[in-house]
């Protein structure tokens, strides 16, 4: 790199010239990006029962958002007899709420640590105070599980 005062200029002069593309690059509007997440566990899994383990917080995006890009992830430890772990993330502050999107069902053993990742998109709807919840199932599951450390972020596009 041309570190010469012609050179930064030249630099300058290139990045200006891209930067106008920015909005058109990233796909948004403006180039705006408003995120909501939480890090905080709510619970961890009792036996088999499907379980909320992290919810953002209320959001209201602005009218012009159409979609969020929703990413969770999970560390746990399996409970006694644990023999799968499906990583769930649904609409809403329930296990009942409209599915986004599933990890599937990950072979996983009784004791172990293991952290899954769940991705989806959802699609932004005129009804405000959006929550969405990252669920975690351990099939077979005899005892508790434990959740160690949990991430759920929403971007909305």
């Not at 891209?18 to 990006?33: C, N, Q, S, T």
């Amino acid at each position: 790199m041309d570190r010469t005062p012609q050179g930064m200029q030249a630099l300058d002069r290139l990045m200006l010239k891209h930067a106008r593309h920015l909005p058109e690059l990233m796909g948004m509007a403006g180039g705006r990006m408003l995120g909501y997440w939480s890090t905080t566990v709510v619970a961890s899994p009792a036996l088999a029962a499907a379980t909320v383990i992290c919810t953002t917080p209320v959001y209201t995006p602005p009218v012009d958002y159409d979609n969020v890009i929703l990413v969770g992830w999970a560390a746990f430890t399996v409970g006694t007899s644990g023999v799968s772990g499906t990583l769930k993330i649904v609409e809403g502050t329930t296990t009942s709420g409209t599915l986004v999107a599933s990890s599937g069902a990950c072979t996983v053993s009784a004791g172990d640590l293991y952290a899954l990742t769940c991705v989806g998109v959802d699609t932004l709807n005129t009804v405000n105070n959006f929550q969405h919840s990252l669920t975690l199932t351990i099939g077979s599951g005899a005892a508790a599980s434990t959740v160690s450390a949990v991430a759920l972020f929403a971007l909305c596009l």
